[in-house]
T-cell receptor
């Protein structure tokens, strides 16, 4: 059975801190690893990673995949209160298998 | 607001009612998905449609009946639901979906329908 494990499950930081969110996966016929941010409603797509070692960046967010060690990290620098959300990672083969999510709280 | 539109946003229904959830996207995506999400849990896949044909049914009870009238629309027909079916129902779409080769495509989600079964 495919499995995606995220850690930590929750995190509280102060504005300006840098955070690293972890995702490990065991997904048969793995094709890609996706990160989503979920606030009150829809998960919002952040990154899709298919190749090891290539960092993807979007503003203060960046992510990288290690296909040998089967994990990915999502980094957020200079955190803001608007970054407070649940961060979901999902392994993709013919479908998405989601982890349980990491609840990030950024305090002013 | 997302590019995937779901209606209604909220729905309360009794166990004997029949209702439908609707999802629409105009991004030209050819794959559409239904997920169920319970509080503090990740989304769970229910159905996948690829080119308007049902590709995956994750052993969902028959009281949930999906329908894809055209490439932009996806419906989920509900009948005789149970209280444990109360959840957030999310629709998503992606550019394509290949069940055999398993190409991962980024899925874009709607805001969901929050369903409560009395």
């Amino acid at each position: 059975e495919d499995k995606v494990v995220q850690s930590p499950l929750s995190l509280v930081v102060h504005e300006g801190d840098t955070v690293t969110l972890n995702c490990s996966y065991e997904v048969t016929n793995f094709r890609s690893l996706l990160w989503y941010k979920q606030e009150k409603k829809a998960p919002t797509f952040l990154f899709m990673l298919t190749s090891s070692g290539i960092e993807k960046k979007s503003g203060r967010l960046s992510s990288i995949l290690d296909k040998k060690e089967l994990f990915s990290i999502l980094n957020i620098t200079a955190t803001q209160t608007g970054d407070s959300a649940i961060y979901l990672c999902a392994g993709a083969n013919s479908k998405l298998t989601f982890g349980k999510g990491i609840t990030l709280s950024v305090r002013p | 607001d997302t590019e995937v539109t779901q209606t209604p946003k909220h729905l309360v229904m009794g166990m004997t009612n029949k209702k439908s959830l609707k999802c629409e996207q105009h991004m030209g995506h050819r794959a559409m998905y239904w997920y169920k999400q319970k509080a503090k849990k990740p989304p769970e896949l229910m159905f996948v449609y690829s080119y308007e044909k049902l590709s995956i049914n994750e052993s969902v009870p028959s009281r949930f009946s999906p329908e894809c009238p055209n490439s932009s629309l996806l419906n989920l027909h509900l009948h005789a639901l149970q209280p444990e079916d109360s959840a957030l129902y999310l629709c998503a779409s992606s550019q394509g979906f290949r069940a055999l080769t398993g190409v991962g495509q980024p899925q874009h989600f709607g805001d969901g329908t929050r369903l409560s079964i009395l």
